[in-house]
């Protein structure tokens, strides 16, 4: 079998509003500057410590992971308020689960991850690997969560499926095969500007594809 990897915010649940509340929150507890949506949103799809060392660059490392943690815990905390599907997502998933591994491959927190997907009700159990950023040395737009991947499941085949460039950049550094969905902060140009697999518009549009293969 093949493994098809799959981001999770903005790919399989409706979560923008979750992570923005949660920034802003931990800001505010960490008496920064108030941060606008337009600010984060071009930049929403990395790892929290790049987000705040982006915007906060005079900030310490260890002032940047207690801001971090702050954002995770608030993400865990509101996920219920905040996390819904996206529509099909769920569908999708039962349809490859006969002929393909499916894992998670998130740039939040593994907890964050098991929040999020209680809060959109997606079993867990359809995954057969979930791995989150605090379980490798460096995550999205680097390879580690794929080569993660692979050596768990034995499986060096397959695509890395998501709403963002940098899941794309992600598998084409892992040589496998990418496919965008555009369903995220990421245009459609932008996707195919870093020559993915294929880029579809919605999710639903992904079992026709896959299941010829």
Do not use: W
């Not at 802003?24 to 984060?40: Q, Y």
């Not at 982006?54 to 905390?77: C, M, Q, S, W």
């Not at 680097?142 to 034995?154: C, M, Q, S, T």
């Amino acid at each position: 079998m093949k493994m098809l990897c799959f981001d999770l915010d903005l790919t399989l649940v409706r979560s923008n509003k979750l992570h923005l509340t949660a920034f802003k929150k931990a800001f505010e507890k960490n008496g920064l500057r108030k941060v606008t949506t337009k600010e984060l949103l071009p930049i929403f799809s990395q790892r929290s410590y790049t987000i705040i060392k982006i915007l906060f660059p005079n900030l310490t490392d260890k002032e940047i992971k207690k801001v971090g943690l702050d954002h995770r815990n608030y993400a865990i905390k509101l996920a219920k308020n905040y996390v819904s599907t996206i529509r099909g997502a769920k569908g999708v998933l039962k349809k490859l689960k006969p002929y393909y591994k499916i894992a998670i491959l998130s740039n939040c927190s593994h907890n964050e991850i098991n929040s999020i997907l209680k809060a959109a009700n997606i079993d867990k159990k359809i995954f057969d690997l979930i791995i989150g950023a605090d379980e490798v040395k460096n995550s999205k737009p680097y390879p580690d969560e794929i080569f993660k991947a692979e050596k768990l499941l034995k499986i060096t085949e397959g695509y890395m499926i998501g709403d963002s460039i940098y899941d794309i950049m992600a598998g084409k550094k892992a040589k496998v095969k990418t496919i965008g969905i555009v369903s995220g902060n990421h245009t459609k140009k932008e996707l195919l500007k870093h020559k993915p697999t294929k880029v579809f518009n919605k999710i639903t549009e992904l079992p026709k594809y896959l299941l010829k293969k």
